[in-house]
């Protein structure tokens, strides 16, 4: 919204040593934010009003003219292109250095020029290159026409149409809950509080005629409760006084004709709507009522809209004329209206707000409803009306007028203690300033006893805005400067420490792949293509979908995998190898039974992971690796292997499933053919890892088990055997535990296959750990181990010793 | 010459020779050449004989001392010559890059949000996190939203599929924002509270460089006895002393949300130009960062509190825009990208 500095001060008087700047800061502090400062005369810089003294034709080109142009401090000769260049004519003259704009709106600096061998000084303006195209029309070819202004040559433009002027921007939406300051009375009062200067009234017009038979029926109490009409005669649409029309221009209104520009400029002054139909379209009576389904309405911008019974409208005794609150219709203000009827009316604020957003209509209108105007606007918005019009048409006398109330709103008064405002506020400041401050934003107040603040809302603030003793606090609170508050520190009461497990064990586990495992943590979106989802096995059933996804088939994942499986694809594109996870909630469909209040779907949080390389059993290794030590470290309940699973994204051999406590928890594979094919995966090995982190236990404090240092050394003794592929390590590794007690662990050293192994089989070097309690072990004592577990390999596996040591 | 100038001569040479030995190998010539058997001592040891009985006694005496003096020499010389020697071989370059491990690491925006948690943990706050897909009734009903709030449209929420016709409870969304789930948590508990809630949230919107749909936010809030507004700097410093590594002057001016009331609008000095206006801060001097204020008195019923009696202050910040303006990234998009090259350059 657009407020004028001028026209602010029709309603206070500022202190003149308060500076624009200033007045933007303390609206943006303490009211609403003002987005931008802009002295709009500094925009009309060199620019003056001059008179033209004489036209000749260009000597090169005679369809242009060479004009001398007297600006005040003597004349100049400037060359013109325009069609209605004249002797005589006042006209808008841009001095060398004057910015104006182009045809296509960009700003040019004025100089001198030589146009076909006339020098040219300076240049005529039209209202679109001085940027007045709101404020004047001019034709196609045509300068702007000040001849209509009294102003003398050598005047600042500026001056001259009274832009000499500030104009603040508000951002709207700090004006969303504050209907009363969307007009500039309501500025002024804001500022008149903040300055402690008095509030200046709009001018009222005084006593009104009976209603003369003309009959107003709000049939719709619920929408409508307050129904002005004034019935004004001896009017006329002529042009409004240009100062109205300025006015209107700086806050970005076009002026159209008096009976027009006067709703807006009462509107945009004291922020109530109105709105004046031909006194023809209504003879008799006015009916506000809901629209019966099938009847038809064209709006003053020829829109065409249907109406139905959700929609109030503003009818005579036959059809409506208007969407209530919105817009008219097409019969408004004629060139011939000589009548008309003033509508100045309080209409519920959400129906309006409905119905201007079904119909794709957002009116200055419709905005200002639907944040709720005050009932009692009505009187001043109509008074306004009505003593300007009799200033700017002394014929007119208003014929006849009803107010018709449907219901009147209870006044709202509040109770507040002087305690709690001054505890909220963190000073104790007293009840009698905290008083004047309330009166000098016209709430009204008193001071009880007992230390109560008894508040009486005006009327403006009670739509909504002010009703509980917060609200009180937040006016004086504001109007006081929340910044001259200072900081008061809390005060709390130290009772226990904050001990989080979940919150610790999900921060272990992202830190231990981050900085243990070296992998990088990505976030990727709740949301996934259907091609992800399909690559990574997952059906539609198992996933959540969103009634506008953000593009289209993308579905909420149930996991992480598809999501990384994309990551992967993409960063192939720029790095060979890495490693990457993600930490993230996953959605689920709801489990059944339907229970509890919202029913929400299932949203776990997982970690999934991915270690990219050239060679599968190395990937798959490396991620094995890292998830081996991922419980000791985090401290939580033991991690286990548990054999096969059938993962849809998983290597039909390469795959283990992960429990923790017997439960299933995750799943740790190379990621299959066919899900590398589906998301572009060339020429790497992935091995993917997912796990539900909310199914893992954290351990209540650290969980460490020392075991006393053995009390002789330990000897180490290396069995490299040849075995057939299908033995495995686990199997080498149980059995060899199991062949002497003096065999204190069994660990792997080596797999290979190759010359001089026979193809069918592999060479298995395993470790074996050898110790006693009693003594060190000698020769002898190793040899015998060692033999008995080369024996039971050779039994149970059919292992061939390659070499012992 | 006589005896007593050629020990004298000797161990003046010798003792040269062993400190200017730089090698094994030249200790060895050394000890050959004075101490061998064709040494120059071992000459004068040879020649002893030949003398008279008392000075023969005393020169034997000198030079065998001086046979000790340098073989200790020798000795001391080639310990410290092996204890002096390096271990690399001679095409070693020291300026060769370390040989790297796998350099992993946390995602900017949690590195960000876990020196918050660190931050809050000290003034004893809980941590939160709620659910992410959420209900009306929690993230509009609970915060006070009026019933035709325009949030609560399709146009800015991403409501679940197959509860279009659901209302409260039952109509599901990604949440919006984080504040309803400070309802659940309040829900939960008895007061008094401090706890921070970090967390994802979703905004069905034309995403371009300085608008996502999916981005993260961090929420404070306090509720005790008696919480002045103007302990909510507290928040609000802790934030930004943590994310910029120094106080940061900080406004708090009128705003208007439904959740709280009185409701902040909270700036932050801009950092570009310290306050004296630039075109970050478009001329202002200060960057709007976050809302503020006591939660609703609506808000403190839904959340099963007795407003009379407690007191709040409330603060949520953008977590994707704080971290571009601390390290100055120009698009937020880059942090759903996943993309390493981006991602790798966080520590």
Partial sequence: ????????????????????????????????????????????????????????????????????????????????????????????????GAVVRNAHGEPFTVGRAAIRGVESVGMLCSPA?????????????????????????????????????????????????????????GIARELAAMFDRPLKDPPQFGALPPAGGFDVRIEAPELCPRYDATHIAGVSAVPSPFWMQARLAKVGQRPINLLVDLTNYVMFAVGQPLHAFDAREVPSQIVVRRARAGERLVLLDETKVDLDDNTLVIANHEKPLALAGIMGGDLGIRPDTTEVLLEVANFTAIPVRKTARRLGLRTESSTRYEKGIDFDRVALGQQMFLALIRD??????????VDAVAARPRPITVDVGTE????????????????????????????????????????????????????????????????????????????????????????????????????????????????????????????????????????????????????????????????????????????APDDGLEHLPRQPHHVAGAVVGDDATTVFLEAKGILEKLDRTVQ??????????????????????????????????????????????????????????????????????????????????????????????????????????????????????????????????????????????????IDEVAGRAVAALGEKLGAVIREGS | MTMNERLSAISNEAM?????????????????????????????????????????????????????????????????????????????????????????????????????????????????????????????DSLNFPSDHPARDSMDTYWLEGCETERGARRQCLRPHLTGGSVRYMQMGKPPFRFAYPGRVYRNETTDASHERAFFQYEALIVDKSVPFSAGRLLVNTILSTVFGRDVPVRMRAGFFPFVEPGFEIDMQCLVCE?????????????????????????????????????????????DRLTMMRYGIGDVRLFHSGDLRFLEQFA
């Avoid at chain 1, 000499?164 to 709207?172: A, K, L, S, T």
């Avoid at chain 2, 075109?279 to 202002?284: E, F, H, M, T």
């Fill in chain 1, 420 to 591: 709690f405002l001054q505890r909220k506020l963190g000073i104790a400041l007293p009840a009698e300033e905290m008083r004047a401050l309330l009166e000098r934003l016209q709430f009204g107040c008193t001071v009880r006893a007992d230390g109560t603040l008894h508040v009486d809302v005006p009327s403006w603030r009670s739509t909504g805005d002010v009703s509980l003793p917060e609200d009180i606090v937040e006016e004086v609170a504001r109007l006081y400067g929340y910044d001259n508050l200072g900081f008061t520190p809390p005060v709390v009461r130290l009772e226990k420490p904050v001990i989080q497990l979940d919150r610790r064990k999900e921060r272990r586990v992202r830190e231990y792949f981050a900085f243990r495992a070296g992998m990088r943590e990505v976030v990727s979106y709740p949301w996934v293509a259907p091609q992800a989802l399909d690559a990574a096995g997952i059906a539609e059933s198992e996933t959540i979908g969103l009634t506008q996804p953000p593009m289209t088939g993308a579905r909420l994942a149930p996991s992480l995998i598809p999501a990384m499986l994309t990551n992967v694809a993409a960063n192939l594109r720029h790095v060979p190898r890495f490693r990457i996870f993600e930490f993230s909630r996953v959605f689920q469909p709801a489990p």
């Fill in chain 1, 392 to 401: 700017a048409q002394p014929s007119s006398r208003v014929v006849r007028h």
């Fill in chain 1, 1 to 96: 919204m657009k407020v004028s500095l001028d026209w602010l001060r029709d309603f206070v008087d500022l202190p003149a040593d308060v500076t624009p700047q200033r007045i933007a800061e303390r609206l943006t502090m303490s009211t609403v934010e003002v987005e931008q400062v802009q002295e709009i005369g500094r925009e009309l810089d060199n620019v003056v009003v001059a008179r033209i003294r004489g036209v000749e034709p260009h000597p090169a080109n005679p369809s242009i003219a060479v004009a001398e142009v007297d600006h005040g401090g003597g004349s100049v000769k400037v060359v013109c292109g325009a069609t209605n260049v004249a002797a005589g004519m006042k006209v808008a003259l841009a001095r060398e």
């Fill in chain 2, 275 to 319: 306050g004296a206006g630039c075109s970050v801060c478009k001329r202002v001097g200060w960057l709007e960062v976050m809302p503020g204020g006591p939660p609703h008195p609506g808000v403190m019923r839904a959340a099963g509190i007795d407003h009379t009696q407690w007191e709040g202050f409330y603060i949520n910040i953008g977590l």
């Fill in chain 1, 636 to 781: 939580i309940a033991p991690l286990s292997f548990s054999g096969d699973t059938a993962v849809a994204w998983g290597d039909p051999r390469a795959r283990l499933a992960i429990t923790c406590g017997g439960q299933p928890v995750g799943a740790l594979a190379v990621a299959s053919s066919r899900a590398k094919r589906k998301t572009g995966i060339r020429r790497a090995e992935v091995a993917l890892f997912e796990l539900d982190v909310d199914a893992l236990t954290p351990l209540p404090s650290r969980d460490n088990d020392p075991k006393p240092l053995p009390t002789y050394p330990q000897v180490e003794y290396d069995i490299s055997m040849i075995v057939a592929h299908s033995v495995t390590w686990a199997d080498a590794q149980s059995i060899a535990s199991e062949a002497d007690a003096m065999i204190r662990a069994v660990t792997f050293v080596d797999q290979y296959v190759g010359p001089p192994i026979p193809p069918d089989r592999k060479s298995l070097t395993i470790r074996l750990h050898l110790g006693s309690d009693t003594g060190t072990l000698v020769r002898q004592q």
């Fill in chain 1, 129 to 185: 290159e001085c940027g007045l195209n709101h404020l004047f029309a001019a034709g196609e070819k045509e300068i702007l026409d000040l001849s209509a202004l009294d102003a003398q040559p050598g005047t600042a433009l500026a001056e001259a149409i009274g832009y000499d002027d500030v104009v603040f921007e508000i951002d709207n939406k700090s004006l969303t809950n504050r209907p009363d300051l969307w007009g500039h009375h």
């Fill in chain 2, 16 to 140: 040269e020779a062993i400190a200017g030995a730089a090698s094994s190998a030249d200790l060895d010539r050394v000890q050959a050449a004075y101490l061998g058997k064709k040494g120059a001592l071992t000459a004068v040891l040879k020649d002893l004989p030949g003398l008279a009985a008392e000075e023969r006694a005393r020169v034997g005496q000198d030079a065998n001392a001086l046979k000790g003096q340098l073989s200790t020499a020798i000795d001391e010389r080639r310990e410290a010559l092996v204890d002096a020697a390096s271990s690399v071989p001679p095409e070693f370059d020291i300026t060769r890059p370390g040989i790297g491990m796998h350099a992993g690491g946390l995602h900017p925006i949690i590195q960000m949000r876990y020196d918050l948690d660190d931050a809050f943990s000290t003034l004893g706050f809980e941590i939160y996190d709620g659910p992410e897909i959420s209900s009306e009734l929690y993230d509009f």
